[in-house]
């Protein structure tokens, strides 16, 4: 099956600085997905970016589906960045639109 | 517009008993995925269901059973629960059964057995 794989695992950072997820994926997709995991387990949606670029205020992010990678950027961070981020795919051709998630990234953002 | 809700937040169960979570998708959406992420690790999908019809099930024994209902909330039950079985239990709602649509995850539930 198709292999999704994040880096770095663990990211520390002070609040301000800016940073670059990585989401390498094995195979082609139909959907990919950034994620915030909050400390109290929440996911909330941040992107849904099968191809191309989009930006939402400090966040942008960028798949190109040819290659098979994504990143995530976060720009002058804050101690609210803090969690884990997750990038999630749904393989090409499935017969069923179930997300496969990596390991994650974990974010803490220092004051 | 209401977002995913799930019920209950926590819930401490003992080895052997039986167990039933609750979700409600979000308004709009007829399709509901249940997600189990165990600690440390990314959440893994664990079945679909898609006007109230099983839609996909990925590798959880049968032990691991789900509904829906018309108005397109969801249950999940285990049966027999384990020790491994402890864990973040995410629903997820989209509008249609497809693989090109955005999904968004209720609060989860919080299983601990002893």
């Known amino acids: 099956g198709i292999q999704v794989e994040q880096s770095p695992p663990d990211l520390i950072l002070q609040e301000g600085a800016n940073s670059t997820l990585r989401c390498n994926f094995s195979d082609s997709v139909n959907n990919l997905q950034w994620f915030h995991q909050n400390p109290w387990g929440q996911l909330i949606n941040l992107f849904y970016?099968?191809?191309g670029t989009k930006q939402n205020g400090r966040l942008s992010a960028t798949t190109v589906a040819t290659e098979r990678y994504s990143l995530l950027y976060i720009s002058s961070s804050q101690t609210t960045d803090s969690g884990v981020y997750f990038c999630a795919v749904v393989p090409y051709g499935g017969s069923q639109g179930n997300l496969i998630f990596g390991k994650g990234t974990k974010l803490s953002v220092k004051p | 517009e209401t977002g995913v809700t799930q019920s209950p937040t926590h819930l401490i169960k003992t080895r052997g008993q039986q167990v039933t979570l609750r979700c409600s998708s979000q308004s709009g959406h007829n399709t509901v995925s249940w997600y189990q992420q165990a600690l440390g690790q990314g959440p893994q999908f664990i079945f679909q269901y898609y006007r109230e019809e099983e839609n996909g099930r990925g590798n959880f024994p049968p032990r691991f059973s789900g509904l829906q209902f018309p108005n397109y909330s969801s249950e999940l039950n285990v049966n027999a629960l384990e020790l491994d079985d402890s864990a973040l239990y995410l629903c997820a709602s989209s509008s249609g059964q497809g693989n090109y649509n955005e999904q968004f995850f209720g609060p989860g539930t919080r299983l601990t057995v002893l």
């Open positions: 970016i099968p191809s």
